[in-house]
């Protein structure tokens, strides 16, 4: 399944198939990117980060990629499973500033 | 080694009252944010510190408002006279300069 963001903040995938979130960001300046997931009642949790000088990296079952000429930013989550389910958040960073977050994507996993 | 910790959890005050805001950085975190989230919206940023200073504080409220990160002891963030548009989660965030990991977060009611 694919999200595109601000036009569909809500994905449902089946288990085990791969799900993509996507997120625009606004910054051409932003060097820094970062992936959070967020349960229902809990902080932000780390997945993964790329700097601008890098358009893909990975993690265990996750790929960040990251498109400067366009600015655009997206998660892919392998082997989606239930505990994946959570709100994702991107986030953009220019040096040691803070974070501007993205509107959000839902991500159901329907089992 | 702790993550991000922040007190109290919940945290319920009524109009008037005033609202104290708890946050211990990861150990050698010297960078400090603070963010508020509303129901279904993402984070937005508040203030940036660094310890007995206020690197940012341009996403705070003038009035009302105010942060801290002394050079012993947790950062706090103040409320006074909590109006009910108060009622969120404010979350904290502690980095060494990039990557911003969160606490669980305050939620506050304002009756």
């Known amino acids: 399944g694919e999200s595109v963001g601000l036009h569909l903040p809500t994905l449902s995938v089946q288990e085990g198939d791969n799900s993509i979130i996507n997120c625009a960001y606004s910054?051409?300046?932003?060097?820094?990117f970062i992936w959070y997931k967020q349960e229902s009642g809990k902080g932000p949790q780390f997945i993964i980060d790329?700097?601008?000088?890098?358009d893909k990296r990975q993690g265990q079952r996750v790929t960040v990629l990251l498109n400067k000429t366009v600015k655009h930013l997206s998660l892919q989550i392998a082997a989606t499973q239930p505990g994946d389910s959570a709100v994702y958040f991107c986030a953009e960073k220019t040096g040691a500033n803070n974070l501007f977050f993205g509107t959000g994507t839902r991500l159901t996993v329907i089992p | 080694n702790a993550g991000v910790m922040q007190n109290p959890r919940h945290l319920v005050r009524r109009r008037g009252q005033e609202a104290r805001l708890r946050c211990s950085p990861m150990?050698?975190?010297?960078?400090v944010y603070w963010y508020r989230q509303l129901p279904e919206e993402g984070l937005k940023f508040m203030v940036y510190l660094q310890k007995e200073n206020i690197i940012d504080e341009s996403g705070m409220p003038k009035e009302r408002f105010s942060a801290e990160f002394p050079k012993e002891g947790p950062s706090i963030l103040r409320i006074q006279q909590v109006v009910r548009g108060d009622s969120a989660a404010y979350f904290c965030?502690?980095?060494?300069?990039?990557?911003?990991?969160f606490g669980p977060g305050t939620r506050l009611t304002v009756l």
């Open positions: 910054n051409s300046a932003s060097d820094y």
């Open positions: 150990k050698g975190h010297s960078h």
């Open positions: 965030a502690s980095s060494l300069g990039e990557g911003e990991f």
């Open positions: 790329i700097r601008s000088n890098m």
